[in-house]
C-alpha cells in the first residue's frame, strides 16, 4: 500500500483534479452499489456486503507500462484514471475502517464521527507534517542515500503504527505515508531502492501470507459452486465499464479513450488484497469470499493490461503527428530542463578505466566536432581523512596519468580538451557537480558490468549519474572504435521528443562515418493494420529531418511476437545499438531501465549506447 502511494503521479493528479474526482466518484460508487448488492443477493449481511463493495469499488494500475511504453501517459484519460486511484484507494480503505468498528459491535453515529475526524486530523497530519519533516530532511541530509532511504522507512512505519492508535488500519498510514513521502522522494534513487526493497522483501513475504490463509480444498470447491466468484467478477467488470461509460458523453471522450479509462481500472491487486486480508482476519468475509477475491485479482491481473494493450494502442494512433520537427527537436541533442546558453557544446568524459577510455574519448570527438564543442575529461580521485594520505597521493598520480593520455588523443582527434581533476568523496557526486558546473550538454559515462543484486540495492556510479544529471546521459559500451560504425540500429518504440533525441543522437555518429542508420520499429501479430501504416508514417516523417542522405537511412516497420528476441536478430548485422533509459514507474523492479532495455543490456554482442534523460528537480 505505501508503493501504491508512492507510484501515484501527483503532477498529472493536479492537472486533472475535477475530472479524477468525477471518475473517481462514479468507479468507486458504482462497484461499491454492485458489490452490496452481490453480497445481499447472496445472503451476506449488510456490513460484509458493504465491504465486499469496497473491495471492488479501488483499482491498481498495474497497466501503467503499457501506456507508458505507447506514449500516452500523459493523454488526459490516462490521467484522469491515475488522478482517481486517490479517490478510490482513500475511499476503499475508509469503508474498510468503518466496516472494522462496526464489526467491533460498539459502532455509533458518535462513534463514526469520531473515526471520521480523527481519520481527517491523522491524514492531514500524515499528509503534510511528513512532507515537511520529508524536504526538511532531504534538504539538509543532501544527497546521503542511506540516510533518506532509512527516513522513507522509518515514515512508513510510524504512519502504520499512529493509524492504529487512531483506530483505523495499518494499511491505511502506509497509503497516506506513500502519498505523503512522494513529492519528497520524486523519481529519485531513493525512491527506486525503496521500491527494490518491497519487491524482493515485503511483498513477497506478503503474498506468502496470502497462500498460508488459503484453504486449498475450499477453493477447488469454489469453482465447484462457481455463482458467487462469477458474480463478483462480472459485477466488477461490468461496474467498472459503467463507470467510465457514463462520464463518456460528459467528457466528450473517443470510445478509445473510455476503454483505456475502464481497462486501467480493472485489475484489483494492491488495495484489494490488502482490504480483503484484514476483512477475512476480522471475520467480516468468509473463506469463500477471500477465495472469491483471489480468482477476482487473477482474472483482473492478466485481463485488464490485455484490454489496455489493444485500447492504449488505438490511442496511440490519435496522438499529434510530428510534423515539424524543428518545434520538437531544436537541435541535435535536447537538454530535458531549461538551462543558461553555454557558449559552446561541452561533452564531460570521466576516465577511469584505461581500455576503454580510448573509446568513450573517440565517440565524444565525434559529438563534439558535430557540434563545434569541447571535451572535458574528468577524472576523480577518492577524498581521504588526511589529504597528505599516500594512498590519496597515488590516486592523484594515476588521475594525472590518465588525464594527460586523453588530453593527447583528443589532440590527435582534432577536438579541444580541458582536463578536470576533482577530489571527492562520492565519484558520482563530483561527475554531477563537475558537469553542473561547466554546463555540460552531455555526460558520456562507460556501461558498469554490475547491474546484479548489490547494483540494484544500493546503485552504481552509473545509476547515480543518472539520477541525478541536469543533462542528457550517454551510457555506452563500445567492443569496436565508434570511429569504425559503418550500421547502427535505433529501435523505436513509440513516437515522443525522447525518442527523436536518440534517432538524432545516432545521426551525429553516422554522419561522422556516414554509416547505414536503421530505424526499427516492433509491432505485435494483433496490431491493426492502420497502426502499423500510423508507425511507418511517424518513422518517415522522422526521416525527413535528418540530414544523413536518404540512402543511409533505412525504416523497417516489423510483426513479432517477441520483441527482445527481434531485436537481437536485427543487432546481429549492426555495429551499434541505441537504446532509451526509461524508468518503470508502476510494478518497477528496481532496475534504471525498462523490462526490455535490461536484457538487451545482458544479450547484445555489439557496442550499446544506453540514453538517460535529465533527472526531474526532488522536492
Known sequence: MFVAGLEIDLKQFHRTRSRSLGFGSTTFAIPLITGLLVGRLFGFDWNASVLIGSLLASHTLLAYPIVQRLGVVHDEAVTVTIGATIFTDIGALLVLAICIGVNKGDFSALSLFTLVGGLGLYSVAVLFGLDWLGKDFFRRSRDDQGNQFLFVLLAVFLA?????????????????AG????????????????????????????????????????FRDLLTSIGLPLAIVAGLVISKFLAA?????????????????????????????????????AQIINQEVFNSVILLMLVTAVGG????????????????????????MPEWLEVAEPLPLAT??????????????????????????????TIVPLAIARAQAHMASPQLTRSLQR?????????????????????????????????????REVEASLILLGLGSHLGFRAQLLGNITDQVLGAAHCLVAIARLQQSPLAFQHILVPV???????????????????????????????LPQTPRAQKDWAREQLTLMVKGLTLPASLVRVQVVVAKEVISRILRESAQQDLVVLRSQRQRVGADGLPVSE?????????????????DAQEPVG
Open 179 to 218: 502519498l505523503a513521502v512522494n513529492d519528497v522522494v520524486g523519481n529519485s534513487p531513493v525512491k527506486e531502492k525503496v521500491e527494490f526493497v518491497g519487491s524482493v522483501l515485503f511483498i513477497p513475504i506478503f503474498f506468502v501470507s496470502m497462500g498460508l490463509l488459503l484453504d486449498i480444498h475450499a
Open 305 to 328: 493490461p490485455l484490454i489496455t494493450t489493444r485500447a492504449a494502442a488505438r490511442l496511440a494512433q490519435n496522438l499529434p503527428s510530428i510534423n515539424t520537427l524543428e518545434d520538437t
Open 344 to 373: 559552446d557544446f561541452t561533452v564531460v568524459v570521466p576516465v577511469y578505466n584505461p581500455k576503454t577510455e580510448q573509446h568513450l574519448l573517440e565517440m565524444a570527438a565525434i559529438i563534439a566536432r558535430h557540434q563545434g564543442g
Open 245 to 281: 461509460w457514463v462520464l463518456k458523453p460528459l467528457f466528450r471522450y473517443s470510445w478509445a479513450q473510455t476503454l483505456t479509462m475502464w481497462s486501467l481500472s480493472l485489475p484489483q491487486v494492491a488495495a484489494t488484497l490488502a482490504a480483503a486480508l484484514v476483512g477475512y482476519e
Open 596 to 612: 526490455v532495455t535490461f536484457p538487451l543490456l545482458q544479450r547484445l554482442s555489439c557496442s550499446v549506447v544506453l540514453l538517460g
Open 399 to 435: 588521475c594525472q596519468r590518465l588525464l594527460t593520455t586523453a588530453q593527447a588523443t583528443c589532440l590527435a582527434l582534432g577536438v579541444t580538451a580541458r582536463p578536470k581533476l576533482r577530489i571527492e568523496y562520492d565519484v558520482a557526486q563530483g561527475i554531477n557537480h563537475l558537469s
Open 493 to 523: 518504440e513509440n513516437f515522443t521528443t525522447a525518442t527523436l533525441q536518440a534517432v538524432h543522437f545516432a545521426q551525429g555518429l553516422a554522419v561522422a562515418n556516414q554509416a547505414q542508420l536503421t530505424l526499427l520499429h516492433i509491432c
Open 160 to 176: 502504520s503504527v499512529s493509524a492504529q492508535l487512531v483506530g483505523v488500519e495499518k494499511i491505511v498510514g502506509a497509503f497516506l
